[in-house]
């Protein structure tokens, strides 16, 4: 069993190894040590920027980035598939991520704390510190995505080996260590995200390539259809997040709200970047709280719509007081992602291409698998990403899988626990770097998953060390790491 986040694992219990595993995504950067049970360092990849002398400053973290500094407006280095847009941004990001929570900052300055008065002895003190590295001591096993390119790839160990100093690196992809996390070394990865949903077939612990498919209607495409379904309610429901209300007054529902709200000079106003990122963390409450989607079987238009205005509504207050008990419309919002002649328009938001729903994702990535494996991968659907936490998602994706494949048996596998369903790629990378040197995989393979033929003498072999980097470049990663 995995040990508790609460301390790193011991040396002597990892080959002397405390391997670091850092999981990038659109939304959030987890990190945390080999071995664990969740992430202990969990930040959000956005970032704050304020003007600062001139010039900008960079804000990290959750405490940082929802203040509302003057003029401060949001970014991200990562693009909405999943990819590094900005490598130099990210970079200080996935450090902070690491450094803040899992191992110890770098030392202040010497002279102050020794009181050192002579010049050449703090010199060279400040040179020693200078060349001192944030992962001197740990391994790094980073994730990326199925369609990740080489270039980023072999930027991905650059910054580890230069930049953070790591003695050995891995990479691996997020679809397998999803497998990984469920026990499964051969699966159809179906990873709901906030800017993607990717579906993903692993056989014998690789990725098929020439299957990942990627649709854009995960959670901030639910998010969008909130926004349009609030806007084009009668009357309009409000959205205003948190920090711009200072106090609130009890209401009944429907009722307008009766707030004090924050105002700003508007040489210091936040920038409409940070408050759609604030109405996002809204619309996340509202996600988790209210949306559902219909577990079918059958879709939501028809006859089902007024089994859906039969059920109980949801009740719902928005930080300045205003409620409303949400009825059938709480199943409208995700209905998109399933069936996109059912998605909300608007001005600029025009239905989704049928392509992009998720049945037709699967049925797209299983017709460029070989038809001897798709029974199998059928019986192995494993569901991650938070936004496949929205009540009846699975039992929709079920319905949904039957329909379409009556002969193949259909099994779906989506852990209860929110953890496990939020961070499966992180686990799968902490249960693989966990084996310290990697030359034990073997015996796990074999005695936990499933040992394929697919499994070259080379995979057994896994951490570039920093001397083999040192020794053929970046160029290694994509020969290593398949």
């Not at 190894?17 to 992430?39: C, H, K, M, N, Q």
């Not at 509302?68 to 280095?77: G, K, M, Y």
């Not at 992180?426 to 966990?434: C, E, Q, R, V």
Request: aromatic letters at 8%; charged letters at 20%.
């Amino acid at each position: 069993m995995a040990q508790s986040s609460a301390i790193p694992p011991s040396n002597a219990e990892y080959d002397e190894i405390s391997a670091l595993v850092l999981d990038p995504g659109y939304s959030t950067t987890r990190a945390g040590f080999a071995g664990e049970d969740v992430p202990k360092s969990v930040v959000p990849s956005f970032y704050g920027i304020v003007p600062s002398h001139g010039g900008s400053k960079f804000l990290y973290g959750d405490n940082a980035l929802h203040n509302p500094l003057p003029q401060i407006s949001v970014a991200n280095p990562m693009a909405k598939d999943g990819t590094v847009e900005d490598w130099d941004t990210a970079t200080n990001l996935w450090e902070y991520t690491i450094t803040s929570r899992l191992t110890n900052p770098k030392p202040g300055n010497p002279l102050v704390k020794l009181d050192l008065k002579e010049p050449e002895m703090y010199d060279q003190m400040v040179a020693t510190e200078n060349q001192e590295k944030p992962l001197e001591e740990n391994p790094l096993l980073m994730t990326e995505t199925g369609w990740n390119s080489g270039k980023g790839r072999e930027k991905g160990i650059e910054i580890a080996m230069e930049s953070w100093g790591c003695p050995a690196y891995w990479l691996a992809r997020n679809g397998v260590c999803a497998a990984f996390a469920a026990g499964k070394a051969s699966a159809l990865v179906i990873d709901v995200g906030a800017s993607s949903i990717s579906i993903t077939p692993v056989h014998d612990g690789l990725i098929l390539r020439k299957g990942v498919v990627r649709s854009p209607l995960a959670g901030n495409f639910v998010s969008d259809q909130l926004r349009l379904l609030f806007s084009t309610s009668i009357p309009p429901v409000p959205l205003i997040p948190h920090y711009l209300v200072t106090s609130k007054t009890l209401v009944d529902a429907g009722a307008p709200a009766m707030a004090t709200y924050l105002s700003f000079d508007p040489k210091s106003t936040p920038t409409l970047s940070f408050r759609r990122l604030q109405e996002e963390r809204l619309l996340t409450e509202f996600k988790e709280s209210v949306v559902q989607v219909w577990p079918g079987p059958g879709r939501l238009s028809g006859t089902n719509e007024e089994a859906a205005r039969a059920q109980p509504g949801r009740p719902f207050e928005m930080p300045d007081g205003w409620n409303q008990m949400f009825g059938a419309e709480r199943y409208r919002a995700a209905e998109g992602i399933f069936d996109v002649k059912a998605a909300i328009t608007g001005d600029g938001a025009p239905a989704p291409p049928p392509n992009q729903s998720l049945l037709a994702c699967i049925k797209a990535s299983l017709g460029q698998v070989d038809v001897d494996i798709r029974p199998h991968l059928l019986s192995n659907v494993v569901v991650t990403g938070g936004t496949s936490l929205m009540q009846g998602f699975t039992e929709r994706l079920n319905h949904e899988l039957m329909d379409a494949y009556s002969s193949p048996r259909v099994r779906v596998s989506a852990p209860g626990n929110m953890y496990e369903r939020k961070y499966a790629s992180w686990i799968g990378g902490s249960i693989l770097a966990s084996l310290g040197t990697f030359h034990q995989v073997r015996g796990f393979v074999d005695g936990f998953l499933r040992c394929g033929e697919a499994w070259s003498a080379n995979a057994w072999q896994m951490w570039i060390s920093k001397k083999e980097y040192e020794e053929h470049g970046a160029g290694i990663v994509e020969k290593r790491c398949k």
